[in-house]
């Protein structure tokens, strides 16, 4: 009865380097939300997917944040050329659908740092 | 974006009930109020949601004034492991965006 799967917990990259994060959905599930919160701040939303279509973008910087969620494998959250403003918590969330009262289910984050 | 009010923080004792208040006075009709909750270093977990009726579970009971213009979380009886930040949403009907506010800081005493 796994719940929402983010890896790693944990990334230090340094400035110019990509990061990427993994997020696998509960079981069943197959609309992913990605979510960032800054440090005192609460969640802010940045892209939802559904498997192989991004629905909705509206929260993701213009450049270097991309997202994608193929029909195989995991919903990757992928930074490119990352500065020290990106240090940050990145939260997943997953649903069983999106336009009721369809609870989204969260993940323990990834927690990226930027030296 | 719907909006929501909380306190900063609040303070209860251990084993008291508390009484956590959120203000939507922007709410629809079929906008669902959501409540999460946030431990240090993890992800939100859902606490409870509903739409018009006061909600009860396991976790806590939800109680909607008649309006819809505000709710209050209620923890029946507090433990030091409820001590989070408390996020009241509003879900807009339709749309899936969780519009998450600062959230109530809960501290138990022991």
């Known amino acids: 009865n796994a719940g929402v799967m983010q890896n790693p917990r944990h990334l230090v990259r340094r400035r110019g380097q990509e990061a990427r994060l993994r997020c696998s959905p509960m079981?069943?599930?197959?609309?992913v939300y990605w979510y960032r919160q800054l440090p005192e701040e609460g969640l802010k939303f940045m892209v939802y997917?559904?498997?192989?279509?991004?629905?909705?973008e509206s929260g993701m910087p213009k450049e270097r944040f991309s997202a994608e969620f193929p029909k195989e494998g995991p919903s990757i959250l992928r930074i490119q050329q990352v500065v020290r403003g990106d240090s940050a918590a990145y939260f997943c969330?997953?649903?069983?659908?999106?336009?009721?009262?369809?609870?989204?289910?969260f993940g323990p984050g990834t927690r990226l740092l930027v030296l | 974006d719907a909006k929501t009010t909380q306190p900063n923080s609040m303070e209860s004792n251990e084993e008291e009930p508390v009484h956590l208040p959120c203000n939507h006075s922007?709410?629809?009709?079929?906008?669902?109020i959501h409540w999460y909750r946030q431990l240090p270093s993890q992800g939100p977990e859902y606490v409870i949601h509903?739409?018009?009726s006061n909600v009860n579970n396991r976790m806590a009971s939800l109680a909607i004034a008649e309006d819809r213009k505000s709710s209050t979380l209620i923890l029946h009886r507090a433990t030091l492991r409820d001590a989070a930040v408390y996020y009241c949403?509003?879900?807009?009907?339709?749309?899936?965006?969780?519009?998450f506010g600062t959230g109530t800081r809960l501290k138990v005493l022991a």
């Open positions: 969330a997953s649903s069983s659908g999106s336009n009721g009262g369809e609870t989204q289910y």
């Open positions: 079981k069943g599930h197959s609309h």
């Open positions: 997917l559904q498997k192989e279509n991004i629905i909705d």
């Open positions: 922007t709410i629809s009709g079929t906008d669902y």
């Open positions: 509903g739409l018009t």
């Open positions: 949403i509003l879900r807009i009907s339709g749309t899936y965006k969780y519009i």
